[in-house]
């Protein structure tokens, strides 16, 4: 009886492997840059191309950083969410405006409302390189000491923002 | 005129050969930059490299990988530096550390494993005494059942 006991348990055990392997995301790849500092640049203003912002601008705030483009169709879904969520002022949103046409990128805040205090433009990708940026829409929030504690990869939703992002961010401002 | 000649045919080749070398150089830098990206999953689409693949951010990556091994990094230079943006899994071979010990020594483990069952199996089955085709109990059973052996008949076929 014994001998049949083992590939069973065997058995049930590869089908709890295969169970949890299925359920995981492949697309939701273990960013390094959580825990490390936001790396640095200096880009021009979206609105004010002769204004430059650096990261530091924002030290001493808890914020997001929202990579974004007017060629990216998710970036539409998460859109309304983010407008929300800037009409609340919980949080400072700003944007990094990734390998767009600055006119398009424009037209289309202008369409879809901005929930940004500014975007910043990433015209040909490099600092998305740098934020290990590889599906946009990606969402970074970053502590008052410039730190990255949380990243999106793709949409944000409504409950990832209730249940991982808002308390996080409120935990960071204490 | 000869001289003139064999200055024209030096200066000829002194352009030509610097073409070539430079030539060289370039395949070399193309031929590295492959290598890399053969070694490197392009995270939009998966399961290809980033030499296969035609992704936007592909064509960025390899073009980076160019910048930089012009700039002469070396290659663990490049792909620590892609590893610190992407982490661990833009590396089609894991690094050897502490969360992929399982990874590379679990194989290894379950041979190892699988070896020693066998031998205890083989030695097992060696050392158990062979059982008798048949056993007293056996030998009634069939008796009861077909009759008594009838020795002649067995003895004339054993001979």
């Known amino acids: ?174 | 005129m000869r001289s003139l000649l064999l200055i024209s045919i030096l200066v000829f080749t002194a352009f030509t050969t610097n073409g070539v070398q430079a030539q060289t150089n370039d395949s070399q830098t193309e031929q590295r930059i492959r290598q890399l990206s053969e070694k490197i999953r392009c995270l939009v689409c998966q399961n290809q490299s980033l030499a296969d693949s035609n992704a936007e951010l592909a064509q960025d990556l390899r073009q980076q990988l160019r910048e930089q091994v012009t700039a002469g990094r070396s290659d663990d230079q490049i792909l620590d530096y892609l590893v610190q943006r992407y982490g661990d899994f833009v590396l089609y071979e894991p690094p050897f550390k502490a969360t992929t010990v399982l990874l590379w020594i679990g194989p290894f483990v379950l041979l190892a494993a699988a070896a020693l069952v066998l031998v205890a199996t083989l030695r097992r089955r060696r050392r158990a005494p062979e059982e008798p085709a048949l056993g007293p109990e056996d030998k009634r059973l069939v008796e009861r059942v077909l009759g008594p052996a009838s020795p002649p008949e067995r003895d004339g076929s054993a001979r």
Request: glycine fraction near 8%.
């Open chain 1, 1 to 174: 009886m014994k001998r049949f006991l083992w590939p069973l348990a065997i058995f049930i055990l590869l089908v709890g492997f295969l169970a949890v392997g299925l359920r995981l995301d492949p697309r939701e790849v273990p960013s390094p840059l959580v825990g490390r500092p936001a790396p640095a640049f200096e880009l021009p203003v979206l609105h004010q191309p002769d204004k430059r912002f650096v990261p530091g601008d924002m030290r001493g705030k808890v914020w997001l950083l929202n990579v974004w483009a007017s060629w990216c169709v998710s970036c539409r879904d998460e859109h309304p969410l983010l407008v929300e969520l800037s009409k609340k002022g919980i949080l400072p949103i700003l944007g990094l405006n990734y390998k767009d046409k600055g006119e398009d990128a424009q037209r289309w805040l202008k369409q879809f409302g901005d929930p940004y205090q500014l975007s910043v433009v990433d015209a040909d990708g490099r600092i998305g390189i740098d934020y290990g940026v590889y599906g946009v829409p990606e969402t970074y929030l970053i502590d008052a000491e410039g730190v990255i504690r949380y990243k999106q990869i793709g949409p944000l939703t409504m409950a990832i923002l209730e249940q991982k992002v808002l308390p996080l961010a409120k935990a960071l401002r204490k």
